[in-house]
């Protein structure tokens, strides 16, 4: 048995008044998401630009002094670890300082500062800037779990600028772990489990060899990392990549050179269409098993019009039903042309 991609079309129709109240039929499709079943829609594209704010005047209001992650601040502002989880009390890796949340979401989380600059464009962030962000929250991962046996879930999850709910301008990732898996974790773990179980093989293997051989979302390839837009995309474009790995363990610097440089890619693929900022989840099973595979999955987020309107709404949080303008076969092919050199 194949993985199914099922789209449901429903068509509006009225009288509209953009081309002299002629008769149109409108669609909105309803695609099922091929592992967990959960359900988003294709809406239709008035076509508006995305116009990202520029923080610049913010960023001279919020550096220095004012900040807790700029360089004369991180080592006196911010917590530190237990001696007996981290020597020293922080991490650091390049210019990535790692240390606690202050305000935690999980029983374990970590901040990684990323860089000393305060403000960052896309097109300003580096290989390096990434790839050690994540090798230190990776080393941060594996000390946790030597001394916290009932660990079982973890996440590596960046939210970036206001847009995306980053409440401090500085680049910024959060680490979290714990032996409670957040919805999201718990829901795909399932749904990987039952797909072994009744197809005997692993499902985001059969997912990447099925979309590759179908050539409507597949991006590309960046080393160790298989790159796709989601079939039921939870925001205007929804990106996954699919690791080699199927385990915290099995990774290593190469899996973070690899994916420093497919999100510099995606990166200037959304300075391309006006997007600035985005969410990031890095979703890494702590045991290796043949169900499931560390995965990764980048979405812009934005304002709308001149209210500067949430992209989120009604639908995203109360029927858990996300909204997408973007056709993602439509998106796929845009991004492809930044994922060519492979």
Not at 42 to 56: H, N, S
Not at 272 to 296: C, D, K, M, W, Y
Not at 312 to 319: A, K, P, T
Request: aromatic share 12%.
């Amino acid at each position: 048995m194949t993985i199914q991609f099922t789209v449901h079309e429903e068509f509006f129709t009225f009288h509209d008044p953009m081309q002299e109240r002629k008769l149109i039929d409108r669609k909105t499709e309803i695609r099922k998401d091929p592992l967990t079943g959960e359900t988003s829609r294709i809406i239709f594209d008035p076509g508006a630009p995305f116009v990202p704010t520029d923080y610049t005047e913010l960023a001279k209001e919020t550096a220095g002094n004012k900040c807790p992650f700029c360089p004369e601040n991180v080592q006196s502002f911010t917590p530190t670890f237990p001696e007996t989880l981290v020597i020293g009390g922080r991490l650091t890796q390049g210019e990535a300082v790692v240390f606690p949340n202050l305000f935690p979401y999980s029983k374990h989380n970590a901040v990684v500062r990323i860089c000393d600059q305060h403000y960052v464009k896309l097109d300003e962030f580096t290989g390096p800037m990434i790839a050690d962000s994540f090798s230190a929250s990776h080393n941060y991962l594996k000390k946790v779990i030597a001394q916290d046996s009932q660990t079982t879930y973890a996440s590596i999850n960046w939210n970036y600028l206001p847009p995306s709910g980053g409440s401090i301008l500085h680049p910024h990732i959060h680490v979290l772990a714990s032996e409670r898996p957040t919805n999201y974790q718990a829901t795909t773990s399932a749904a990987a489990e039952q797909f072994h179980d009744t197809q005997g093989q692993n499902f985001y293997a059969a997912f990447v060899k099925q979309e590759r051989e179908l050539g409507q979302r597949f991006i590309g390839t960046t080393g160790t990392i298989d790159w796709l837009h989601a079939f039921a995309p939870k925001s205007h474009t929804d990106f996954i990549g699919v690791f080699n790995a199927s385990s915290l363990e099995e990774l290593d610097a190469k899996n973070w050179q690899d994916l420093a440089d497919s999100i510099i890619r995606f990166f200037r693929y959304f300075d391309s269409i006006g997007i600035a900022s985005f969410n990031l989840g890095l979703f890494i099973p702590v045991s290796q098993n043949s169900t499931e595979r560390v995965h990764v999955r980048l979405v812009p987020r934005l304002t709308i019009g001149g209210l500067q309107t949430s992209d989120m709404n009604v639908f995203n949080f109360l029927h858990s039903e996300p909204l997408c303008l973007k056709v993602p076969e439509q998106t796929t092919q845009a991004v492809g042309a930044y994922f060519t050199d492979n």
